[in-house]
């Protein structure tokens, strides 16, 4: 979108900013573009702020058996075929109706659970289990979400709970049941998958009820406003905005430097940035 990088903004600042008054730095031109873009970005939703990320919901999985003793965190497999890259993942032991946190996958038929297994039983030897997905990372920055919609129902909207109202105790009735589609998900932390997940770090939403088929959410949501740091960074502003982010930085500094003119280079500015916001409505 953008034709402008960073170090080519700056330059053009540069020039604007002519008059021998001025005590403007590099940095204080940095500063300034970076201040006016968020200024921009943040200004209306634009269409160019749009954009959408792709949720792949997993299948679950319970091929084999496992055996697990009271007070270890190891759980041993017969005849599974785990993924040892596999993140985020949950286990349900058959007998037991609460769920175990998986921390990671040693092997095909090893993995460590997040804290020790409790139960009335002391060994479970070739349980039936259950490894499933509910909880899932996004875009390190997924801006302000619009809505997560379900493609394979017609475009089905998903509704979000809030984190403190999301109650387990009222809906833990249904948790397991194997319904076709996600119809709710709340905030669920950020991904604290060890190494060499890719994805740690990043905000996490969980679902309900669990899904336990493949398919794909899409989640729509506005960009975020992302500093320029590099000369070659460049915006994510159409190149006719870049032209009212210049003359903002150059209104910015010489206000700060008390250059008169300053007002009119901010009104032609505000007026443009107007003008587009109309136009987009």
Same mark, same amino acid.
């Given at each position: 979108?953008?034709? $402008?990088?960073?170090?080519?903004? #700056?330059?053009?600042?540069?020039? #604007?900013?002519?008059?021998?008054?001025?005590?403007? +730095?590099?940095?204080?031109?940095?500063?300034?573009?970076?201040? %006016?873009?968020?200024?921009?970005?943040?200004?209306?939703?634009?269409?160019?702020?749009?954009?959408? =990320? %792709?949720? /792949?919901? !997993?299948?679950?999985?319970?091929?084999?058996? !496992?055996?697990?003793?009271?007070?270890?965190? @190891? !759980?041993?497999?017969?005849?599974?075929?785990?993924n040892?890259?596999?993140?985020?993942?949950?286990?349900?032991?058959?007998?037991?109706n609460?769920?175990?946190?998986?921390?990671?996958?040693?092997?095909?038929?090893?993995?460590?659970?997040?804290?020790?297994?409790?139960?009335?039983? +002391?060994?479970?030897?070739?349980?039936?289990y259950?490894?499933?997905?509910?909880?899932?990372?996004?875009?390190?920055? /997924?801006?302000?979400?619009?809505?997560?919609?379900?493609?394979? &129902?017609?475009w089905?909207?998903?509704?979000?709970?809030?984190?403190?109202?999301?109650? =387990?105790?009222?809906?833990?009735?249904?948790?397991?049941?194997?319904?076709?589609?996600?119809?709710?998900?709340?905030?669920?932390?950020?991904?604290?998958?060890?190494?060499?997940?890719?994805?740690?770090?990043?905000?996490?939403?969980? &679902?309900?009820?669990?899904?336990?088929?493949?398919?794909?959410? !899409?989640? $729509?949501? &506005?960009?975020q406003?992302?500093?320029?740091?590099l000369?070659?960074?460049? +915006?994510?502003? /159409?190149?006719? &905005?870049? #032209?009212?982010?210049?003359?903002?930085?150059?209104?910015?500094?010489?206000? $700060?430097?008390?250059?008169?003119?300053?007002? %009119?280079?901010?009104?032609?500015?505000?007026?443009?940035?107007?003008?587009? $916001?109309?136009? @987009? @409505?």
């Amino acid at each position: 979108m953008a034709y $402008r990088s960073f170090a080519q903004l #700056e330059a053009e600042l540069r020039r #604007e900013l002519s008059s021998p008054l001025m005590r403007a +730095t590099h940095y204080d031109m940095q500063q300034a573009l970076n201040d %006016d873009y968020r200024f921009i970005t943040t200004f209306y939703n634009w269409n160019f702020l749009l954009d959408r =990320y %792709d949720i /792949p919901l !997993v299948s679950s999985y319970n091929t084999g058996t !496992v055996t697990v003793t009271q007070g270890s965190t @190891a !759980v041993v497999g017969a005849l599974t075929t785990w993924n040892t890259a596999w993140t985020n993942k949950k286990i349900l032991l058959s007998g037991d109706n609460e769920e175990k946190e998986v921390v990671s996958f040693g092997s095909t038929t090893t993995l460590t659970l997040r804290y020790p297994y409790n139960s009335s039983a +002391t060994v479970l030897t070739n349980s039936g289990y259950m490894i499933y997905q509910d909880s899932f990372p996004l875009p390190i920055s /997924p801006g302000r979400d619009l809505s997560i919609v379900n493609p394979l &129902f017609q475009w089905q909207p998903i509704n979000k709970w809030d984190r403190i109202s999301f109650d =387990y105790g009222t809906s833990s009735w249904g948790r397991f049941l194997a319904g076709v589609r996600p119809t709710v998900y709340t905030d669920d932390g950020t991904d604290t998958s060890p190494s060499p997940s890719t994805t740690t770090g990043q905000p996490k939403i969980q &679902f309900w009820p669990l899904t336990l088929t493949a398919q794909d959410l !899409v989640l $729509r949501f &506005f960009r975020q406003f992302t500093p320029l740091a590099l000369p070659t960074d460049t +915006t994510i502003l /159409p190149p006719e &905005f870049e #032209e009212i982010l210049i003359k903002l930085s150059k209104a910015r500094l010489k206000q $700060r430097d008390g250059i008169p003119g300053w007002t %009119d280079d901010r009104a032609i500015a505000m007026q443009m940035l107007l003008q587009f $916001r109309e136009a @987009a @409505a």
